[in-house]
């Protein structure tokens, strides 16, 4: 049973037709069977593009930990170049990871960016004296000493 439903203006609703409709059906002779388009080989992910994300990553936190700021340097340095590599690389067909070659490349130059100024002692909380890495686990043991 239908619940009848009115309009803005007070009339009833115009009732639309419940009849059982038959499915429409196509003979055999018009149908068209659709194969899926050809695939050409798999895209794989270039090995530049990867190596320059991870060396990116490493670059930062060398930089990041302030005694290894020199180093962090060098890092981003052979990151810049190895994600010119990555990006030559992504740019044939079927070769990912143009993506992953830019945030290396970002990474690397902010690893020299913020590691010449950890170098030339232009950031106060960051300088090649401080070991950060040893402070952070010091204070992790501290806080952590009788949790475990």
Known sequence: ?????????????????????????????ERVETRPAPRGPRPRASIFATLTLIAG????????TGVLAGYGIALGAVTVLLSIAGIAATSKRHV???????????????AIVVGVLVVTDQL???????DKV??????????????F
């Not at 239908?2 to 003979?27: N, S």
């Open 57 to 64: 990553v490493m670059a930062a936190l060398a930089v990041l």
């Open 96 to 110: 990912a990871g143009k993506s992953d070659a830019m945030l290396g490349l970002v990474l690397g130059l902010a």
């Open 134 to 147: 040893g402070e952070l686990r010091n204070w992790l043991d501290a806080q952590t000493v009788d949790r």
């Open 1 to 29: 049973m239908r619940i009848p439903t009115l309009t803005r203006r007070g009339e009833p609703a115009p009732v639309a037709d419940e009849t059982p409709t038959k499915p429409i059906t196509t003979p055999e002779k």
């Open 124 to 130: 106060t909380w960051l300088t090649t004296a401080s």
